[in-house]
């Protein structure tokens, strides 16, 4: 007989294409059967063509989803569709997590919470600092200058190899946040308290460049929201500097708790069983 809490609990999803790899059915099982609770999560693939209308099966029920998270590609449609996306999502322009509530569907992002949850658990008192540096201007930027900014941080600079892609976050984000071209990396990184990397730089091992981090705070913080592998190159150079470093995983784990508590009712905890778990199957793979 399979678990009853799959059969009669609240169904959950995430969903992306592709989706096979992704790790949210880990992490929501894990909390699921460590809490005790009846409910399924499980990956459900859905490509650009079909997610309007998976969106409409979501809002009339026909789904048997109660919500779920939302991945490449759909965010941003996701975010277009939702009948009540939240003042979060509606700065970033795309969603994440998605819950049914009175009769309408509701929209989040949790990216940005999620990454200074990691940082909080980490490396606390990482946001004693007034100024910031941010490698690349793509999506997975928005929600990291979005909750930086969104703690108070005053100076907030974007240094990416196209400044004309930092300059439209800067005009989304407020005056607070200044675009750079790669060329003033060093200069913007005089006593900066904390440097984050959102590009793809040393992601799945590959070569990084080398990067002097001497400019920074003697007490600064490197992170790096790409978590394959954990110690990313850049995280490994600024260890090898002698600066303290987040990996990317906790942003993923803490992510995940803002939907699961929606869904399921009971506010779940990261902790180091989760991180091991996680750990683990990244080795497998």
């Known amino acids: 007989m399979g678990d009853s809490r799959e059969t009669f609990g609240p169904n959950a999803f995430v969903t992306g294409y592709p989706i096979k790899h992704s790790r949210s059915p880990l992490i929501h099982g894990h909390w699921l059967r460590t809490l005790d609770l009846a409910g399924n999560y499980r990956a459900h693939k859905v490509s650009p063509d079909d997610f309007p209308a998976f969106m409409a099966s979501l809002k009339d029920g026909t789904s048997g989803f109660i919500g779920g998270n939302v991945t490449i590609p759909h965010k941003e449609t996701a975010f277009k569709l939702a009948d009540r996306p939240d003042e979060l999502s509606e700065e970033l322009g795309a969603s994440n997590t998605l819950w049914l509530q009175d009769g309408l569907l509701h929209a989040t992002n949790t990216d940005g919470r999620g990454f200074t949850a990691n940082l909080d658990e980490r490396h606390p008192g990482w946001d004693r600092t007034d100024r910031v540096v941010i490698l690349g201007a793509g999506g997975?930027?928005?929600?990291?200058?979005?909750?930086?900014?969104?703690?108070?941080?005053?100076?907030?600079?974007?240094?990416?190899?196209?400044?004309?892609?930092?300059?439209?976050?800067?005009?989304?984000?407020?005056?607070?946040?200044?675009?750079?071209p790669m060329p003033a990396l060093d200069e913007v990184m005089q006593g900066a308290g904390l440097l984050v990397n959102t590009t793809s730089l040393g992601m799945d091992g590959e070569a990084a460049p080398q990067i002097d981090f001497s400019p920074l705070a003697e007490n600064a913080v490197v992170t790096d929201i790409v978590y394959v592998p954990l110690k990313t190159p850049?995280?490994?150079?600024?260890?090898?500097?002698?600066?303290?470093?987040?990996?990317?995983?906790?942003?993923?784990?803490?992510?995940?708790?803002?939907?699961?508590e929606k869904w399921f009712g009971k506010r779940p905890v990261v902790d180091e069983e989760l991180r091991a778990l996680i750990i683990a199957d990244m080795e497998k793979h």
């Open 140 to 180: 997975a930027s928005r929600a990291v200058i979005q909750a930086v900014r969104n703690r108070g941080i005053g100076e907030i600079h974007v240094v990416n190899r196209t400044v004309e892609r930092a300059r439209e976050l800067a005009d989304r984000f407020g005056e607070r946040i200044h675009a750079h």
């Open 234 to 260: 850049l995280l490994a150079q600024a260890e090898e500097q002698g600066f303290a470093i987040v990996d990317g995983l906790g942003m993923l784990l803490h992510q995940a708790v803002p939907g699961f």
